[in-house]
């Protein structure tokens, strides 16, 4: 069974950062591409960033420049470090993956950015 638990969400001030973390189990974990997606209230989920089993990277252009997304294949953890934080930035953060064209989600982290 896919497990996603993501953490490291919470409360920001503008211009600052987190790092976001999602533990993966119930998969080989190493073999998977990993994303993170963000939900703002009122707008559709979106991608923020992709990391291959490859490590190829791909990040949407609202976060690019300012966000890493790494990944732990010794601890079955991918990461999101956003840095210079916006307002616009504020949404729910998940963390998924897709196998054999399942998709998989996390419970979500909740970043604000708010001064």
């Known amino acids: 069974q896919v497990l996603l638990v993501e953490s490291g969400g919470g409360l920001a001030q503008p211009g600052g950062s987190l790092r976001l973390s999602c533990a993966a189990s119930?998969?080989?974990?190493?073999?998977?591409?990993m994303s993170w997606y963000r939900q703002a209230p009122g707008k559709e989920r979106e991608l923020v960033a992709r990391?291959?089993?490859?490590?190829?990277?791909n990040y949407a252009d609202s976060v690019k420049g300012r966000s890493a997304i790494s990944r732990d294949n010794t601890k079955n953890t991918v990461y999101l470090q956003m840095n210079s934080l916006k307002p616009e930035d504020t949404a729910v953060y998940y963390c998924s993956t897709v196998i054999d064209r399942a998709v998989s989600w996390g419970q979500g982290t909740q970043v604000t950015v708010s001064s």
């Open positions: 119930g998969f080989t974990f190493s073999n998977y591409a």
């Open positions: 990391i291959s089993a490859g490590l190829s990277i």
